[in-house]
Nanobody, 124 residues
Framework: QVQLVESGGGLVQAGGSLRLSCAASGGTFSTYIMGWFRQAPGKEREFVAG????????YHADSVKGRFTISRDNAKNTAYLQMNNLKPEDTAVYYCGARAGLGVTLRPNDYDYWGQGTQVTVST
C-alpha cells in the first residue's frame, strides 16, 4: 500500500511560481508511474503531467507545456511539479497519483493511489 502526501500549494499572483512535492511511502516508489492531476470546482479531474520511473516517458498537458515541469527523485521517494508563469485558470486542487504500469496514462482511473491534494490559487 502506497501513501502519497502532497505539499507546496498556496496563494500566488499571476506570473508567479510554485513547486509542488509528492512524498511517497509504503511501497517501492521507483517502480511506479507518477502523475499530477488537478481538479477545479465543478470540473472533472484532469491530467497535468506524468513521468515514468526511469524518466524516459514524460508528458505534459498542452495547457501547461512550457510552464510546468514534472520530475522525480527516486532516492528521496518524491515527485515534483515545478509551476512557472502561473495563470488564474491554473487554480485548482492538485493531486499526485501513482500507478503500477508500463507507461504514463492520462486517465485518472488508471492510477491506483492518490494523495489528499493541495490547493493552488492564482490571483489576478
Amino acid at each position: 500500500q502506497v501513501q502519497l502526501v502532497e505539499s507546496g500549494g498556496g496563494l500566488v499572483q499571476a506570473g508567479g511560481s510554485l513547486r509542488l512535492s509528492c512524498a511517497a511511502s509504503g511501497g517501492t516508489f521507483s517502480t511506479y508511474i507518477m502523475g499530477w492531476f488537478r481538479q477545479a470546482p465543478g470540473k472533472e479531474r484532469e491530467f497535468v503531467a506524468g513521468i515514468s520511473w526511469s524518466h524516459d516517458n514524460i508528458y505534459h498537458a498542452d495547457s501547461v507545456k512550457g510552464r510546468f515541469t514534472i520530475s522525480r527523485d527516486n532516492a528521496k521517494n518524491t515527485a515534483y511539479l515545478q509551476m512557472n508563469n502561473l495563470k488564474p485558470e491554473d487554480t485548482a486542487v492538485y493531486y499526485c497519483g501513482a500507478r503500477a504500469g508500463l507507461g504514463v496514462t492520462l486517465r485518472p482511473n488508471d492510477y491506483d493511489y492518490w494523495g489528499q491534494g493541495t490547493q493552488v490559487t492564482v490571483s489576478t
